[in-house]
């Protein structure tokens, strides 16, 4: 069984590293390289749990890919909660993306609905692969998971949306004078 393990973790960081430098060079401000980095940071786990843990055959054995390409069709879910928890799971995951890439990304609304389809059919792409280069039978490739997931990212973009137009609700109401991080979560807000 190959597990995500602190050397991957190292492995991430260090690339987080290298990129900062090359983003710093470019003459990005210390705001967007920190929310560059909990993003990352956030990527790193959304890997840990799409791709990790890989169990691959032995020769000797038999593969057969698990695959469901019926959308909304869960199967005989035997465990109610258990499956509650994969929906739910599928949804969580992806709700972080959702708000958190227009703050190293400048996307319009519009982007948002192709953007969360394409990441969810990553996912899933991904583990398909991965299915069959290690012989892994241990995920199942589902239309589900990726439907959840988009939709877990278009909630996350809702949630952004709220919070920015909160957000300038507040500070031109109140007449904040945003300094700092707050100068860096205004521009990103005003021109979403």
């Avoid at 590293?17 to 956030?42: E, P």
């Avoid at 389809?117 to 069959?132: A, D, H, K, R, T």
């Avoid at 988009?150 to 919070?163: A, E, P």
Wanted: glycine share 6%; charged share 10%.
């Amino acid at each position: 069984m190959i597990d995500f393990t602190y050397s991957h973790f190292l492995f991430g960081i260090i690339t987080l590293v290298v990129t900062l430098i090359y983003l710093k060079k470019q003459n990005r401000s210390f705001w967007y390289l920190l929310f560059f980095s909990g993003f990352w940071t956030y990527l790193l786990y959304v890997v840990s749990v799409i791709v990790f843990p890989i169990v691959p055959l032995s020769s000797d054995q038999s593969f057969q890919l698990n695959l469901n390409l019926v959308p909304f069709y869960f199967g005989t879910c035997d465990m109610p909660k258990l499956c509650f928890r994969d929906i739910l799971g599928n949804i969580i995951l992806t709700i972080p993306f959702g708000f958190g890439v227009s703050f190293i990304w400048r996307l319009k609304p519009r982007d948002f609905l192709w953007l969360s389809f394409l990441v969810g059919v990553i996912f899933e792409i991904i583990q398909l692969v991965i299915s069959f280069v290690f012989r892994s039978p241990f995920r199942t490739v589902d239309i589900n998971d990726s439907i959840l997931n988009t939709t877990g990212i278009l909630f996350g973009y809702g949630i952004f949306r709220i919070f920015a137009w909160l957000y300038l609700y507040i500070t031109q109401r109140f007449e904040v004078h945003n300094k700092y991080i707050f100068a860096y979560i205004y521009d990103i807000v005003r021109q979403s």
